[in-house]
């Protein structure tokens, strides 16, 4: 009997889950003692720079295996948790082009992630958006962080986080990482919701 014929009320797979392998975690999966926390996004949305912000020191740098593309550790201290932060090279979307995009999407893949940080820039929501949606529809445990607010501010943009949060499902945060700002509320969400017991998100 194929699923057509089905009359059960089974969950089924969206396409993009079926595409990478994923589903959602289930919400009252433990999590594991180590934690791994992935940023992505497009190049020259100040992922580095934030990267740098929460991991200060013990960064490692080296390339991934078989290829020439880098890509960075660090660790990030919160209250009694130590978590490993990967910078992961640029990407435009989960289906790659670059070689840098197929080290991010090997690396999402293949990692156990208990978070991915999705850096955007606040003045381009609309061509970033979009690769949040496929982050969100493959099943990744997923944080949107908005950076260069401070540019947006200056092009008299205003960005609504809780609205954002509502119609995506998703923790929001906005940051200016060149000026550290924003970046203990996002440490914040960050600790709360991987060193929480539940995977499920309040959101």
Request: some cysteine.
């Amino acid at each position: 009997m194929d699923c057509n014929q089905c009359t059960s009320n089974c969950y089924q797979p969206s396409f993009l889950q079926q595409l990478f392998g994923r589903s959602p975690r289930p919400p009252f999966e433990r999590l594991d003692a180590e934690k791994r926390i992935a940023l992505v996004g497009t190049p020259n949305v100040g992922k580095s720079v934030l990267f740098n912000a929460l991991t200060q020191s013990y960064v490692t740098v080296s390339n991934y295996p078989g290829t020439t593309v880098e890509v960075s550790k660090g660790e990030m201290k919160v209250n009694d948790w130590s978590l490993t932060i990967i910078d992961t090279p640029g990407m435009y979307s989960l289906v790659p082009i670059t070689e840098e995009e197929q080290v991010t999407r090997e690396l999402l893949l293949t990692t156990n992630l208990d978070l991915v940080l999705h850096v955007m820039d606040a003045k381009n929501l609309g061509r970033m958006l979009p690769m949040t949606l496929q982050l969100i529809e493959a099943g990744f445990p997923l944080l949107l962080v908005i950076n260069m607010m401070d540019e947006a501010e200056r092009f008299g943009l205003q960005i609504h986080p809780h609205v954002l949060e509502e119609r995506l499902g998703i923790p929001v945060v906005l940051t200016t990482a060149s000026r550290h700002q924003g970046i203990h509320e996002l440490t914040q969400k960050v600790a709360h919701y991987v060193t929480a017991l539940h995977v499920s998100s309040p959101y």
